[in-house]
């Protein structure tokens, strides 16, 4: 589905944002890209993304702030606006630790603000929202897929209350409002062009240095670990399919295969051809013991089916640093070099 009006896409800058953005302008949309630019981790990194949809005339970048009052409003209204992808938050369980009232002011306010544009420009046929795992709490490694119809009342991190609140806020806006919204529940994306601060990552630059990795929870975690472009299909597969008014719709989007921390680490040492040191460190506040998708709910309405492997999707991540990242210049190992 296509239409002449562009597309709002917040958290362009972002590792899925931008993903999300790439993909829309691919098949001939018209994005409008809004970001702050954070410095939750590099923004040179931000910038690279954006720098990479530039060079399409159908994308244009919009350098503000969601929570702001009214922009997101203006943006909509002048713009025209009957699709939202809104991502733009303050991402990461450990950091809402350390810095709560960040998540308050993105992930609260910046939700709210979003649903208020929508709800004042009457002219938003789909909002769809990014939500999250962790909404599901802290279940054992083995259980059965989580699935959207099961009560989310125990988030382990304020990360998580944040997340489960922009679900609660916008069934009250699709409630009382009548709009159509779809709430995207994602399990530990990864992948080119992924977030520094997601341990994959971190675990990828440390064992390049030969410097050691602290594995969490002893190393007895499992994640859903679902790959960018599996992850870019779901969204832009529900976006196609928008609810009916007044429906505020709770999908995840996962890979139905959960697999343990350890095996992780195993993939990487292949992919990168060394091994890493590590260092067993007990379970972090905030972190979750498992996670594991049932996706039915989105393979019933859009045939959502992942595609990529861990291994192969490892390898992927794999080449994009060492080329992007390492030979560009840009990693630690030029730092050390
Ligand atoms: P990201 O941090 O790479 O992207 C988020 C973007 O939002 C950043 O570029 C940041 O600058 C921007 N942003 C933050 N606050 C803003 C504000 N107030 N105004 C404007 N822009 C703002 O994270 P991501 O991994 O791309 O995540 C995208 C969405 O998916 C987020 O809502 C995140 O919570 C959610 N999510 C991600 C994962 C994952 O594994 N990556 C898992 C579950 C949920």
Redesign the pocket.
């Known amino acids: 589905m296509t239409d002449d009006s562009p597309i709002l896409v ?2 362009a ?5 931008h993903a999300v953005s790439e993909r829309l302008l691919a098949r001939g949309e018209r994005v409008i890209g ?5 410095d ?1 981790y590099d923004v040179a990194l ?1 910038k690279a993304r954006t720098a990479r949809l530039a060079g399409n005339f159908n994308f244009r970048l919009i350098d503000g ?3 702001s009052p009214g922009l997101v409003s203006e943006l909509v209204e002048a713009n025209g606006i009957r699709r939202i992808v809104h ?5 990461g369980v450990r950091y809402s630790l350390e810095n709560p009232f960040a998540y308050e ?2 992930n609260l306010k ?1 939700h709210l603000a979003v649903l208020e544009a929508a709800r004042h420009a009457g002219t938003v046929e789909h909002l769809v929202y ?1 939500s ?2 962790s909404v599901y709490g802290d279940r054992p490694i083995g259980g059965a897929g989580f699935r959207e119809d099961e009560p989310c009342t125990a988030p382990v991190s304020l990360y998580a209350a944040t ?1 489960r609140s922009c679900e609660l806020m916008s069934q009250s806006y699709a409630t009382l409002y009548g709009l159509p919204l779809s709430g995207l529940r ?1 399990f ?2 990864y992948g080119p062009w992924g ?1 520094p601060d997601m341990a994959y990552y971190g675990f990828a630059q440390k064992i390049l240095l030969g410097q050691p990795i602290e594995v969490f929870g002893e190393g007895r975690m499992a994640r859903d670990f679902t790959y960018i472009d599996d992850i870019v299909d779901g969204i832009v597969g529900v976006l196609d399919r928008p609810p009916a008014g007044g429906e505020n719709r709770l999908l995840n989007i996962g890979d139905c295969n959960p697999v343990g921390l350890m095996d992780m680490i195993a993939t990487l040492e292949r992919a990168l051809g060394r091994p890493a040191i590590k260092l067993m460190r007990p379970m972090q506040p905030g972190d979750v013991t498992a996670t594991y998708a049932d996706i039915s709910a989105i393979n019933a309405l859009t045939g959502y089916s992942p595609k990529v492997p861990l291994t192969q999707g490892i390898e992927r991540f794999v080449d994009w640093y060492l080329g992007e990242i390492e030979n560009g210049g840009r990693g630690p190992m030029a730092a050390v070099a």
Do not use: N, P
Request: glycine fraction near 12%; hydrophobic fraction near 40%; proline fraction near 0%.
């Open positions: 917040t958290g800058a972002g590792f899925i944002g809004l970001d702050s630019f954070t939750y931000k702030d969601i929570a991502l733009a938050a303050q991402a002011h993105s910046g990014a999250s795992s997340k994602f530990t994306v977030r």
